[in-house]
C-alpha cells in the first residue's frame, strides 16, 4: 500500500531557529515529491522534486530529495513566527497525489 | 484575483440528510480534484476530472459519494444519507495539466462538513 510517513508530527521552536522536517515515502509509480504549506484551509505550493541530490531553495527554505532512501527534508532556516503552520509532504504518482498527515510547526516568539 | 473558489465555507447537516459541496476552479484549469482532509490528517484523495468526465474516482469512500462536473468548470460534490464519519474540510483544487504530468495545483479554501 502506497505511503507517506512524515515526523515529527509536531514540533515547538523558538523564533530564529532552523528546523528539518522528514518526509519517507514508499508509493509505486512515483513521479515527484511535493511540499505545502498549509496555514489556515488552503494548502499552499512550495516545491515540487524530482531528481535525487539537487536542492530547490526558497528564501529561508529548502529540500532536497533522496530517491534511493525514499526520503525528503524540508529545511526552515532563521524561523520567524510566520512559519508556523502544517508542512504536508506529498508523492505524486499517476494521476493522485498521496498526502502525508503533516507536520505542525509551532514558532515561538 | 481569480483562484479556486468553494461554496459553503461551512455546511452543518443532521445525520441521514444529502448535501451538495460546489467548486469553481480558476478559469481555464481542467483538472480538477476533490480531497477530503478530517482533523489531524493531510487531504486524502477523492477524485479527479480531466475535463467533464471522471478520470479517477477511486479515492470516493461509498456510493454515498459522487461528483459531477457537467460543463467541465465547475463540480459538485454530492454526499448522500450523511454520516457523522463524513464530517471533515473537503478541499478542491485545479491545475492546468493533468494526470501524471505534474503542474501545480491550486487549492481552494475548502468546505467545512460538519454531520450532527
Known amino acids: 500500500e502506497d505511503k507517506v510517513v512524515q515526523s515529527p508530527l509536531s514540533l515547538v521552536v523558538h523564533e530564529g531557529d532552523t528546523v528539518t522536517l522528514n518526509c519517507s515515502y514508499e508509493?509505486?509509480?512515483?513521479?515527484?515529491l511535493l511540499w505545502y504549506k498549509q496555514e489556515k484551509k488552503a494548502p499552499t505550493f512550495l516545491f515540487m522534486l524530482?531528481?535525487?541530490?539537487i536542492e530547490k531553495k526558497s528564501g529561508r527554505l529548502s529540500s532536497i530529495l533522496d530517491k534511493k532512501e525514499l526520503f525528503s527534508i524540508l529545511n526552515i532556516t532563521a524561523t520567524q513566527t510566520g512559519d508556523s503552520a502544517i508542512y504536508l509532504c506529498?508523492?505524486?504518482?499517476?494521476?493522485?497525489?498521496?498526502f502525508g498527515k503533516g507536520t505542525r510547526l509551532h514558532i515561538l516568539p | 484575483g481569480a483562484g479556486v473558489s468553494q461554496t459553503p465555507s461551512n455546511k452543518v447537516t443532521e445525520k441521514g440528510k444529502y448535501v451538495e459541496l460546489r467548486c469553481d476552479p480558476i478559469?481555464?484549469?481542467?483538472?480538477l480534484y476533490w480531497y477530503r482532509q478530517s482533523l489531524g490528517q493531510g487531504p486524502e484523495f477523492l477524485i479527479y476530472?480531466?475535463?467533464?468526465?471522471?478520470?479517477?474516482d477511486s479515492g470516493l469512500p461509498n456510493d454515498r459519494f459522487f461528483a459531477v462536473r457537467p460543463e467541465g468548470s465547475v463540480s459538485t460534490l454530492k454526499i448522500q444519507r450523511t454520516e457523522r464519519g463524513d464530517s471533515a474540510v473537503y478541499l478542491c483544487?485545479?491545475?492546468?495539466?493533468?494526470?501524471?504530468?505534474?503542474?501545480?495545483?491550486?487549492f481552494g479554501p475548502g468546505t467545512r462538513l460538519t454531520v450532527l
Open positions: 483544487a485545479s491545475s492546468t495539466v493533468p494526470g501524471p504530468y505534474f503542474s501545480e495545483q491550486f
Open positions: 508509493v509505486t509509480n512515483f513521479r515527484s
Open positions: 524530482t531528481s535525487s541530490g
Open positions: 506529498a508523492v505524486n504518482r499517476d494521476d493522485k497525489i498521496i
Open positions: 478559469s481555464g484549469h481542467t483538472a
Open positions: 476530472f480531466q475535463g467533464t468526465g471522471a478520470a479517477d
